[in-house]
């Protein structure tokens, strides 16, 4: 069979994975950290492009080059810790937060502005549609290159190059002086920004979704796979950054409109309704429905894929599943949802860098099973620190830990256990044991 794409495919492909990532937080956090940033924005937004563009990109390299699996990227861990880990960031990217806040971030930026329903009947209307939706898009798992890849984000990119345009030819105000942490340490602000995407978790396991969607393309050979999954993540990556970029300078230019303004979505809407007049949040609302509608699909059908492998359901009976819990915890509300996400991104996110980053250095180590027990257990003890703190617990006695007042005390004690383990030898009897079984 020939392993080759067509140049269209290929950049459905990239464009379906971009579709994927762009969802919720991609729309709502930049242009409040812009605002915020003020005369900072390119430190900040250089920090947010680090975690919420950099490090998916290299996620879905990763995943790539070691054969497009989970079991692959795990293969030095212990099987429960694997799987436990898989479980949780699914449960993270799917029903417990992203996908949820997709449905959220849907009515109260896209639907609510236009028919101002105001209450918790109507979000509870809209969330068991849209999720509907969602849930019926991702039903037909062999057909999301051509719908979504070709259909729906051609769609949400032309209105985002719209919205480019007129926020950097028509700036409507100055930037202000910086605010906060972003005053004295845009850079670390805007990296732990990124945090609230939740795309690095999510590059781990769109990577796998994305070898399905190319073995229905007929792509099955590793080299192929490995080929045309990189090409995505890379026409992804520079469409996000353009969109990132975009939102950082539209935020940072809002001050003389939005003013006190505490939500990015509001931000958007207000600068776009400037921009565009009353047409404006209808444009908005067209995106906005769009990228939210693409990322659930993508993470309802990512999440079905995974738990039907370790199930007694099949893949369309979890796509039920998803959809339901999705509707459901959706009427948390979005500020709720968010302020809970927030000590668990940090517990975790540090785990899934440290994992992304073994990737690349595995073969410079001898023992790599104890490296890799080593260094993701290190990051997720020091990460538990980082969680405590923004979630409000007293951990002020740790003070003295490296990077402990940015949100980062795990950085330093985990390249040190990289470092050290270096130096580890080669477990000879799990090499011996090797040799006889081979």
Known sequence: MKQTLKLFDIIALGFMLFAFFLGAGNVIFPP???????????????????????LPLIGIIAVALVGGSWEHLTRDLPKRVSTIMASLIFIIIGPAFAAPRTGLVAYEMAVNPLF????????????VLFFSIAGLLSWYQGKLIDLIGKVLTPALFIGLVIVAVGVFS???????????????QPLTKGFLEGYNTMDTFASLMFGMLMVDSLKNKGIT???????????AAFIAAAGLAFVYTSLFYLGATSSSIASGVDNGGTILSIYIQALFGTKGQF??????????????????????????????FNYKTWVVINSILCAVIANVGLAQLITLSIPVLFALYPVAIALVALTFIRD????????????LLTAFIFALIDAAKVAGIDVSALSMLPLFSI??????????????????????????SEAIKG
Request: with cysteine.
């Open 283 to 312: 444009v908005l609302s067209v995106i906005v429905l769009l990228a939210c509608l693409t990322t659930a699909i993508g993470l309802i059908s990512a999440c079905s894929d995974y738990f039907s492998a370790y199930t007694p």
């Open 364 to 375: 410079y180590f001898s023992n790599k099973q104890a490296t890799y027990r080593v260094v």
């Open 116 to 127: 101002h329903s105001t209450g918790a009947f109507y979000l509870t209307l809209f969330s």
């Open 170 to 184: 028509n700036p409507q105000g100055m930037m202000q002086t910086p605010v906060g942490d972003y005053l004295v």
């Open 221 to 231: 050979e590793s080299k192929a796979t490995t080929k045309y999954l990189i090409a």
């Open 32 to 54: 409040l950290a812009g605002q915020l940033a003020g005369t900072n924005l390119f430190p900040a937004m250089s920090g947010f492009l680090l975690t919420a563009v950099g």
């Open 407 to 432: 949100g980062m005390a795990w950085l330093l004690p985990t390249s040190i256990a990289i470092s050290v383990m270096y130096f580890v030898p080669e477990n000879k009897r799990v090499v011996s």
